[in-house]
């Protein structure tokens, strides 16, 4: 009987191809940061029955089209968008990601943004190490509370529910906006629904926390940009083309956002330069999930969908 293949397109954590070598599984690893090019990665596929995929690996019809064998796409992330779904499905391929593990490592990493940015911190930072702290000043590096203030969530998935718990311990009140408002979650909590106008309008920080589909994309335009309150901020750890980055940038030039915190970016890993020159700006390489647990644990999760399917098991987290 042939060996199962599985082409893994960079290098993941161990604890993830070691579980597969383990169930027999012949790993066609690219022990490599950087991932694949479609031209490297079509060649591979030819006999492989499971890809393991990066969020940055776009896996289009042409490239699913010379897979034949494929049964497996198991992404490396809670996000699919770098899928062509219907592509894989017509095709009866599986598609998974790992949601639940990389949850409060993302609601973490969104707090140490929101906490970056009222706080001055990386700034700051800087400071320090130009030399410039010649002693303590009355106004030196004034931020903005967070204590108290209006914490406003755009998608209450697992992410954003676990940013709005982290809220409580900072007596914040809790906005929130999804398509399917949760009254459950709002009687044990006391977060608040609100439309995404509502939100924008009354909330001091605000975070995104819904994924890139047709109808979330520039939720943020120009026009609900210019709803946000004065001297806002804006935290975006979800995917950059939520927001119309240009607009955003205005926003942030002309002070009606105090600051932003950014992992993801509408053209990533482009840049723009205008926002790589704002001190008010906090701008992460897209770390979210970026601990060593949940990194271990997100291998493993691909690793498992993986071992299942090809045994003919139904996955254990497929995305349809
Ligand atoms: C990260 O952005 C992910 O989707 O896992
Ligand atoms: C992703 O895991 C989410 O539901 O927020």
């Given at each position: 009987m042939k060996v199962p293949k599985v082409v893994i397109?960079?290098?993941?954590?161990?604890?993830?191809?070691?579980?597969?070598?383990?169930?027999?599984?012949?790993?066609?690893?690219?022990?490599?940061?950087?991932?694949?090019?479609?031209?490297?990665?079509?060649?591979?596929?030819?006999?492989a029955d499971a890809l393991i995929s990066l969020l940055s690996d776009s896996i289009t019809e042409h490239i699913l089209s010379q897979a034949p064998e494929l049964k497996i796409i198991a992404n490396y992330a809670v996000g699919f968008n770098n899928i062509d779904l219907n592509a894989a499905q017509n095709r009866g391929i599986i598609v998974t990601n790992t949601p639940d593990v990389l949850?409060?490592?993302?609601?973490?990493?969104?707090?140490?943004?929101?906490?970056?940015?009222?706080?001055?911190?990386?700034?700051?930072?800087?400071?320090v190490r130009d030399g410039k702290f010649t002693?303590?000043?009355?106004?030196?590096?004034?931020?903005?509370?967070?204590?108290?203030?209006?914490?406003?969530?755009?998608?209450?998935?697992r992410i954003g529910r676990a940013v709005a718990q982290r809220a409580a311990g900072f007596d914040m009140k809790v906005l929130y906006f999804s398509p399917n408002r949760k009254p459950d979650w709002e009687q044990k909590t006391g977060v608040v629904f609100g439309s995404v106008d509502d939100v924008l309008k009354q909330s001091d920080y605000i975070s995104l926390h819904c994924p890139i589909t047709e109808s979330t994309f520039h939720l943020l335009d120009a026009k609900r940009?210019?709803?946000?309150?004065?001297?806002?901020?804006?935290?975006?750890?979800?995917?950059?083309?939520?927001?119309?980055?240009?607009?955003?940038?205005?926003?942030?030039?002309?002070g009606q956002l105090a600051g932003a915190g950014l992992d993801v970016y509408e053209f990533e890993p482009k840049i723009p330069d205008i926002l790589k020159e704002m001190t008010?700006?906090?701008?992460l390489p897209h770390?979210?999930?970026?601990?060593?647990?949940?990194?271990?644990?997100?291998?493993?999760?691909?690793?498992?969908n993986v071992i299942a399917v090809l045994n003919g098991n139904p996955p254990i987290t497929p995305v349809f």
């Open positions: 397109t960079a290098a993941i954590p161990e604890a993830g191809i070691s579980l597969l070598r383990a169930n027999h599984i012949d790993v066609d690893l690219h022990d490599s940061p950087q991932s694949l090019q479609p031209d490297e990665l079509i060649p591979k596929l030819h006999n949850t409060a490592a993302t609601a973490d990493l969104t707090w140490a943004l929101i906490m970056s940015v009222s706080k001055r911190i990386v700034e700051a930072d800087r400071f002693g303590w000043q009355p106004q030196l590096f004034l931020g903005g509370d967070v204590s108290g203030k209006t914490l406003g969530i755009i998608g209450a998935g940009i210019a709803l946000i309150k004065p001297g806002a901020y804006l935290i975006n750890t979800a995917r950059g083309a939520v927001v119309d980055e240009q607009a955003m940038i205005k926003a942030l030039q002309s008010n700006v906090v701008l770390i979210g999930s970026a601990t060593t647990e949940t990194r271990d644990e997100m291998a493993r999760i691909c690793a498992k």
